[in-house]
């Protein structure tokens, strides 16, 4: 009698126990009930078939670790599509990627498939979890239910369908070169990010089938490639200390982000440039408490400008300082940085203006970084 009174009482307890687990977070209570290692530990799944789900299981020493562990699980159907299909949408990113290292393709593929689990997981929550005694594990069982997953991301797919579309024909429709560089550089990204999501898409229709777009990436990208060559060149204007290294710098770094880039000093032909990127650069010595390095400091100062009408259309101030043994080491490393920022940060942020993604500040709301009185840029 007393071993069937304490059986009671212990079954009492653990209703009790998963009756307020139940109030508190919408997960299973298996491992207080005392049943069996669920089906779906082994990727089977009574409850949760195939047809109407996608799950992922994760283990731990914790809970929490084991739940975290699921979603992740989920996260990696969809970053592996995703990372199958990367390689046709990179070109977009660079154009014909001139120069772009691994490295940083890695980083914008990263980036995208980020966006991508970020949304798909907003569909995944944590269905069960299972504590084995035995072996001292939590498994904790995340599912996606897909025709719900499904509707969210066909209204994405379709909202930037609208949009690259708008995109596509306004850049079409302009006249202002600037104008249809931007739009037809937005629906690129555009397309990228839908292209993504539909990647998604075939990943949770069990047809394994996604919705064709209008557009393709590699076309925007060969039309806005085609559309730089023949009509945006830019032409690169440095004036200072050591202005020939640092303007081929410059424009090596320009290349690379996909403009068509001539110098003054090389007077390529082929008429007057749409764009001036002029500047100037300057190193000196300056004072420091340091009794064992010398220290030069560099500062740059350049203005996009567009010629016919002399309007500045975005400015962009850098600099910095290096230090070495002897103030000609100091000097001769503050040049190597100096070219590498100009190459790397610079290009890019001037780059990216002309591309429309960021705005460069105007000349006359932008600190100069070199003293004003020896900046061979007009204030």
């Not at 024909?169 to 931007?182: C, F, G, M, W």
């Amino acid at each position: 009698m007393m071993r069937a009174g304490g059986s009671a009482f212990g079954q009492g307890i653990a209703v009790f126990l998963c009756l307020g687990l139940m109030v508190s977070a919408p997960t299973g209570c298996t491992w207080f009930t005392g049943k069996g290692k669920p089906g779906w530990v082994d990727g089977r799944s009574v409850d949760y078939p195939s047809s109407q789900y996608l799950t992922g299981v994760g283990q731990a020493d914790t809970r929490s670790n084991a739940e975290d562990q699921a979603y992740a699980a989920v996260a990696r159907i969809f970053k592996a599509e995703v990372a199958a299909q990367a390689k046709d949408w990179e070109s977009y990113w660079v154009v014909e990627n001139h120069g772009v290292s691994n490295a940083e393709r890695r980083l914008t593929i990263d980036n995208v498939t980020k966006v991508s689990t970020d949304k798909v997981l907003e569909n995944v929550r944590i269905a069960d979890v299972w504590y084995d005694s035995k072996s001292r594990v939590y498994y904790a069982l995340s599912v996606m239910n897909r025709p719900q997953a499904e509707a969210s991301l066909m209204e994405k797919v379709a909202a930037l369908d609208r949009t690259v579309d708008t995109d596509v024909t306004e850049s079409r429709q302009a006249i202002d070169k600037l104008a249809k560089v931007r739009a037809l550089r937005r629906a690129g990204r555009n397309l990228v990010l839908r292209e993504v999501y539909n990647t998604d898409l075939r990943v949770i229709r069990p047809s394994g089938q996604g919705t064709p777009s209008a557009y393709q990436v590699n076309e925007l990208s060969s039309e806005l490639e085609q559309f730089l060559a023949a009509n945006l060149v830019l032409e690169v204007q440095v004036s200072g200390d050591h202005a020939e290294p640092v303007g081929r710098a410059l424009a090596e770094g320009l290349i690379r982000e996909g403009l068509r880039v001539t110098t003054k000093m090389e007077g390529e032909e082929g008429g007057a440039p749409e764009l001036i990127v002029r500047g100037t650069v300057r190193l000196f010595p300056i004072e420091v408490r340091d009794p064992h390095f010398k220290y030069v400091r560099w500062c740059s100062d350049f203005e996009v400008v567009e010629p016919g009408t002399r309007r500045v259309v975005g400015a962009t101030a850098h600099g910095g300082r290096e230090g070495h043994l002897t103030e000609r080491e100091a000097t001769a490393k503050t040049l190597r940085v100096m070219q590498q920022e100009l190459s790397s940060d610079v290009a890019k942020a001037i780059a990216a203006h002309i591309f429309g993604e960021i705005v460069l500040p105007e000349t006359a709301t932008m600190p100069a970084s070199c003293p004003r009185e020896e900046s061979g840029v007009r204030r």
